[in-house]
């Protein structure tokens, strides 16, 4: 089994920042991509940021500039660093990693919560 578990979400006023953490355990031989995908109310699940491990990163358009996406694959570890929020960025924020077991499979996390509000 693989479970993946974000962290630190929370409540912050524009322009501040917040860094999410993504831990992956379980039967995992190696991890080729984590992505931090986010879903807003009455909104689509939209890809934020995705890495591989080799360091490879893509950006949404509206992450561009203000996150930040990176693998540490000693502890198989995403984060996302995000700074210069903005109210649109509240969202529930899902980890997502493509690992390789006994087979290549997708993995999500519960999701955590992010609130731009002043």
């Known amino acids: 089994q693989v479970q993946l578990v974000e962290s630190g979400g929370g409540l912050v006023q524009p322009g501040g920042s917040l860094r999410l953490s993504c831990a992956a355990s379980?039967?995992?031989?190696?991890?080729?991509?984590m992505s931090w995908y986010r879903q807003g109310p009455g909104l689509q699940r939209e890809l934020v940021a995705a890495v591989t491990s080799g360091g490879r990163t893509n950006y949404a358009d509206s992450a561009k500039g203000r996150f930040t996406i990176s693998m540490d694959n000693v502890k198989n570890t995403a984060y996302l660093e995000m700074n210069s929020l903005k109210p649109e960025d509240s969202a529930v924020y899902y980890c997502?990693?493509?690992?390789?077991?006994?087979?290549?499979?997708?993995?999500w996390g519960q999701g955590t919560q992010v609130t731009v509000s002043s």
């Open positions: 997502n990693a493509e690992i390789r077991t006994s087979y290549v499979g997708s993995w």
């Open positions: 379980g039967s995992i031989v190696t991890i080729n991509v």
